[in-house]
Each structure stands twice: as C-alpha cells, then as structure tokens.
C-alpha cells in the first residue's frame, strides 16, 4: 500500500459516514452539498486523516476498480445490517 492511502477498510468505513451524511442532507436543498467537497472537519478528525488523504485515497482506488468495488461491497453490507436491524426492530 502507498504512503498516504487509506486501507479499503479505512476507505469504506470512511465512505459509509459520507453516505450517512449525504443522505441525511437528502431532506435538504442538494445543490448546497458535494460528495466531493466534504466540509465536515470533523468527520476527518473522526477518522484521523485529512483531506489530502482522502483525496490521494480515492485517486488510488478509482485507478483500481476492483479494489473500489470491495469497498463498495462492504459499504452495501454495512447497510443492510442497518436496514434489517431497523425492520426487527419494528416487528
């Protein structure tokens, strides 16, 4: 792994708060928000990196798809841990 690169790990657990947050801000107006222009600090500080990481992070894993894709994967799963915990919830 290069310097200054997230471990997929890293990147999705990264990349699943980013969702969380971009879909909260869904109930608001969207053109006020990027994906890519991420301005809360302290979800860096929650992850302990900073921009720059991110940014180096993503270039490498978009140049690496299938690694990208396992992100995403395990993005997905987190998920449907969520969702099927809030559906037993309800029963």
């Known amino acids: 792994m290069e310097k200054n690169i997230m471990t997929q790990k890293q990147m ?3 990349l699943f708060d980013v969702n969380l947050i ?10 006020n928000y ?5 301005r809360d600090s302290n979800l ?4 302990k990196i900073d921009c720059l990481t991110f940014v180096l992070s993503n270039d490498y894993y978009t140049k690496n798809p299938k690694l990208y894709l396992k992100i995403y994967d395990r993005i997905s799963e ?3 841990k969520i969702k099927d915990s809030v559906n037993n919830s309800n029963n």
């Open 12 to 14: 999705s657990d990264f």
């Open 44 to 47: 860096f500080k929650k992850h």
């Open 22 to 31: 971009n879909a909260s801000r869904g109930f608001q107006n969207k053109s």
């Open 78 to 80: 987190q998920i449907k």
């Open 34 to 38: 990027n994906y890519f222009a991420i």
